[in-house]
């Protein structure tokens, strides 16, 4: 049952919101203690439950489970002026999604709402993207590889380091969920600097494992490199070595600068 709501009920939740931003999803599930009382309006039992979370992360996850998006991209508006889109990108819409899981990990939320949410703050994402420049690169273009690991269901974070990728003058592919073996297709088929995988379930590190073993065994480049990345590697960074990935980082532009590092020392003579 599970199964079938994440593949076929949620996408239909999802596509259902795209065509009226106001549309209400359900107010958070909350442990009897904290449940607001009667008199308290969709927005603000939204506010009551996540009032701990005080800094412009927490905020931001507040307001995508708020009955409007509408507050949401007026308050990443004003920090948009006040920081600019690129900071904005990864210090506040990345530690935002954590800030979900974390909500549907201690069972504050359930996985309708903390689908619906990330799903607005990838659209944050798009749309605060178009307003960044894209940096021209001399030479040959590096070309990175970019996947969830298979089993993951939310990739909101991979498509922000793709971004940051993009605007250094990467070519990038991937993006999606793929089964095992089409990754090992894309990794075959075509050269790549580096392949990197994000990973937020320790159920998945086994699985996580073996991918990277076969990546450099049938990689088109010998001497890939592999960057891993998600809530996992940030609580866990020796983690980094039980799977075989290279280097880990915390975010987008932390991967680029990992990446590019790669890169040059590959071409040495």
């Known amino acids: 049952m599970t199964e079938a709501l994440r593949r076929a009920v949620i996408p239909a939740l999802v596509q259902r919101h ?13 442990p009897e203690a904290r449940v ?11 506010h009551h439950v996540l009032a701990p979370l005080v800094d412009q992360a927490g905020e931001l996850a507040r307001l995508v489970l708020a ?17 600019g889109a690129e900071a904005v990108c990864h210090d506040v819409l990345e ?41 021209a690169i001399f030479g040959a273009t590096p070309r ?25 003058g990467w070519l990038v592919m991937g993006g999606s969920v793929l089964p095992v073996e089409q990754c090992l297709q894309l990794a075959a088929a075509q050269r790549f600097d580096v392949v990197g995988f994000s990973l937020g379930a320790a159920r998945h590190l086994e699985a996580l494992r073996d991918l ?3 990546v450099r065994r049938r990689s088109a480049n010998p001497q890939v490199r592999v960057l891993v990345g998600g809530p996992l590697f940030l609580a866990h960074p020796e983690t980094l070595r039980d799977v075989g990935g290279d280097a880990t980082a915390r975010d987008g532009p932390e991967a680029v600068r990992q990446a590019q590092r790669f890169v040059a020392l590959s071409s040495r003579p």
């Not at 996985?111 to 960044?132: E, M, N, Y």
């Open 144 to 168: 990175a590889l970019l996947l969830p690991t298979p089993g993951e269901q939310h990739s909101f974070g991979l498509y922000n380091v793709a971004a940051a990728f993009r605007r250094a």
């Open 212 to 214: 990277i073993r076969e």
């Open 36 to 46: 607001p009382k009667p008199h308290m309006n969709g927005h603000a039992a939204v």
């Open 18 to 30: 795209r065509p009226s931003p106001e549309a209400r999803i359900p107010e958070p599930r909350v």
């Open 67 to 83: 009955p409007s998006e509408a507050e949401a991209a007026q308050f990443v508006e004003r920090l948009c002026h006040a920081q």
């Open 95 to 135: 530690p935002a999604a954590r800030n979900l899981g974390e909500l549907w990990t201690a069972d504050r939320v359930d996985f309708t709402q903390v689908t619906i949410g990330v799903w607005r703050l990838q659209r944050l994402a798009r749309q605060l993207d178009t307003r960044l420049e894209t940096r």
